[in-house]
């Protein structure tokens, strides 16, 4: 059984910032990409960043510049530094990651229970 625990969200004011987690536990064998995605009500859940396992990262435009995503490989974690933060950048945040547990056969994609971002103006 593998699981995704999300921690560090909240309510801040525009301009604040937040740094969220994501921690796999489980019989993991190895980690490929980890991300964060987001859904704001009534929306549908976009991609905000992604990292691979040797560190390369890709953005969605609406955050390059604000936001930062990391990884410690040693503890199967994913980070997710949000800087400059905007009302538009309210939503629930889910962790992503595509896994290859000791118990199957390939890699699957597990998901977090979400963390609640909230940004006031």
């Known amino acids: 059984q593998v699981q995704l625990v999300e921690s560090g969200g909240g309510l801040v004011q525009a301009g604040g910032s937040l740094r969220l987690s994501c921690a796999a536990s489980?019989?993991?064998?190895?980690?490929?990409?980890m991300a964060w995605y987001r859904q704001a009500p009534g929306n549908q859940r976009e991609l905000v960043a992604t990292?691979?396992?040797?560190?390369?990262?890709n953005y969605a435009d609406s955050v390059k510049g604000r936001f930062t995503i990391s990884r410690t490989n040693a503890k199967n974690t994913v980070y997710l530094q949000m800087n400059s933060l905007k009302p538009g950048d309210t939503a629930v945040y889910y962790c992503?990651?595509?896994?290859?547990?000791?118990?199957?056969?390939?890699?699957?994609?597990?998901w977090g229970q979400g963390t609640q971002v909230t940004v006031s103006s």
């Open positions: 990292i691979t396992s040797g560190g390369s990262t």
């Open positions: 489980g019989s993991i064998f190895s980690i490929n990409v």
């Open positions: 992503n990651a595509d896994i290859k547990a000791t118990t199957q056969w390939g890699t699957a994609q597990y």
